[in-house]
């Protein structure tokens, strides 16, 4: 059992690449983030005069509102009239001397956004933290969840403790500890893994990240975290998957997942493993995501019997599904991810060099990716979110999750792609949204304090100048693409305000901060950014 389970952690580790799992006193070399130099307020009261909410829960849109906001907490959300009709001053809350007033006529307000799948860099990424929580905040992203705390468990408390108390300017912090993180050696009795859950949760993590295991450790695990109050996610890989599947682990009382290793699994019938072709190596990444891509198509048709019996236990044990789709999307269309406009100006080198293909690095398995795979991964994807949005619709938890900083998908940036995802796998884009905040304030024990629009929650809001239920695209720091009055192409769009705590955070200086950045370290390298196989 020793061995499998070393085999299958080491698989894990290689995710992360130099984050979770790897030594942490390497990872001590990632800059953290500096005091915050950034954001006004808060206020005694901040009043945001005139916007049409969008409050998270999957209501529609109303307004105009006056929102007022006292320190970090909606005081009162006030309906001041009608669309297209001057507002009458008398139906609004009164200002007070002190009061900072915001007038945002034709703007949008939405809770802050929840990625719920967001690693802070890694050492062999090369990204300081300022660079990601500034790309995460100018995208309105205000609570992540660090799914195996990359750079320490230490390191990343640190963050979220500083984060809390606004010292820096960053998202909200959950922090999930990586299976066995900061043991000499994985625990390999239930009775260590008991004892090592205890001694994560004493010293603050908010749950764990875990990865197959064998059954009974899994079991144990599991439980264990349940006794001490913390959550649990998993990233169920191939090389463990066989003995224990989604359903098996929800069945222990695992509260969710990662991508969707494991659920293909559970939907077999008339096999047992995956159809591995006779010469697949797992620690070839080629042949690992390849053949991941073929993978939906072994599992039971969507709305037969097994599919719909599996749905609906995930959905009666509370399941959660973090389907992080654009970290896949590279798959069905490698082109499109590493062309991507933001590229140019906002993707650090060192992280550029990372993307590159490499028969070592985690996610970089362009080894020679043809138009057979991406066509495989196609139909992956259409099966993949049959079953995420029937999920939805038969009341299962679906959240909003990245996974940036692999496969050329860049911190928040691809957070909005996750959310156009969820559109095309059939999500109302009101259930977009309600996925991107309440559900993931759910999904992470937090929608006491944020995750919608309410009187009494934090001030965790995002406006925004352009309706996003008319195009999720508009969201991207980059903004979207119209022509004006002299039949110019123009950028609109963009997060306007991104508030966290009450304090309010101008998006595009955010990422003026990040392309500064960015331009400093390819002046210092004399870098160019090329294409894979290009000459220099």
């Keep these: 059992m020793n061995r499998w389970l070393s085999l299958v952690l080491c698989a894990g580790l290689a995710l992360f690449a130099g984050g979770a799992g790897a030594d942490e006193e390497e990872a001590r070399g990632i800059p953290k983030a500096p005091p915050r130099a950034e954001g006004e307020g808060p206020w005694g009261r901040l009043i945001l005069r005139g916007v049409t909410l969008i409050d998270g829960t999957g209501a529609p849109p109303v307004g105009p509102v006056d929102i007022v906001i006292e320190k970090d907490r909606i005081a009162k959300i006030q309906s001041v009239g009608f669309p297209g009709v001057p507002i009458d001053p008398s139906r609004r809350p009164k200002a007070e001397p002190g009061d900072e007033v ?165 939907l077999f019938e008339g096999r047992t493993v995956q159809d591995f072709p006779a010469g697949y190596n797992y620690n070839d990444e080629q042949h690992r995501f390849g053949e991941a891509g073929r993978l939906w198509k072994q599992a039971a048709a969507p709305f037969s019997p097994k599919w719909n019996a599996v749905m609906d236990e995930l959905v009666s044990l509370g399941f959660n599904l973090d389907p992080t789709f654009t970290i896949y999307e590279a798959s069905r269309d490698l082109m499109r991810a590493r062309r991507a406009e933001w590229h140019e100006e906002h993707t650090l080198p060192s992280l550029w060099r990372f993307y590159q293909p490499s028969r070592k690095a985690h996610g970089s398995y362009w080894f020679y990716w043809t138009t057979e795979d991406e066509v495989a991964w196609r139909e992956n994807y259409r099966l993949w979110m049959a079953f995420v949005n029937e999920y939805k619709n038969r009341g299962g938890s679906v959240t909003t999750g990245s996974d940036s900083g692999f496969i050329y998908k860049l911190y928040g940036f691809d957070y909005v792609r996750e959310l156009e995802l969820l559109r095309e796998a059939g999500f109302h884009p009101l259930e977009v949204l309600r996925a991107a905040t309440l559900k993931g304030a759910e999904a992470l024990g937090r929608a006491k304090d944020v995750g919608s629009v309410e009187v009494g929650k934090k001030a965790d809001l995002v406006v925004l100048s352009k309706n996003p239920l008319a195009h999720l695209g508009s969201l991207y720091g980059t903004g979207a693409i119209e022509l004006d009055a002299k039949n110019e192409p123009v950028r609109v769009g963009g997060v306007r305000y991104t508030i966290k705590d009450g304090i309010v955070y101008d998006a595009k200086r955010l990422l003026e901060d990040v392309r500064r950045i960015v331009a400093e370290a390819k002046a210092k390298e004399g870098f160019t950014l090329l294409q894979p196989g290009a000459a220099r």
């Design 102 to 266: 915001r007038e945002l006529d034709g703007h949008f307000v939405i809770p802050g956004f929840v990625d719920a799948h967001a690693h802070i860099g890694g050492r062999e990424q090369g990204t300081p933290a300022e660079y990601v929580f500034k790309l995460w905040m100018a995208h309105g992203v205000t609570t992540i969840r660090d799914p195996g705390a990359g750079n320490g468990l230490d390191w990343v408390l640190e963050a979220k403790a500083k984060s809390a108390r606004n010292e820096i300017t960053a998202p909200r912090i959950e922090a999930y500890a990586w299976w066995s993180q900061g043991l000499k050696a994985p625990a390999s009795t239930p009775e260590a893994a008991r004892a090592w859950v205890a001694s994560v949760a004493k010293q603050g993590a908010d749950g764990l990240k875990l990865t197959s295991l064998p059954p009974a450790i899994m079991a144990a695990t599991i439980d264990e975290a349940r006794k001490q109050g913390i959550r649990t996610t998993a990233h169920l890989a191939q090389l463990g998957v066989a003995r224990v599947n989604v359903l098996d682990a929800a069945r222990m009382g695992l509260h969710g997942m990662e991508h969707w290793y494991g659920l293909p699994e559970a």
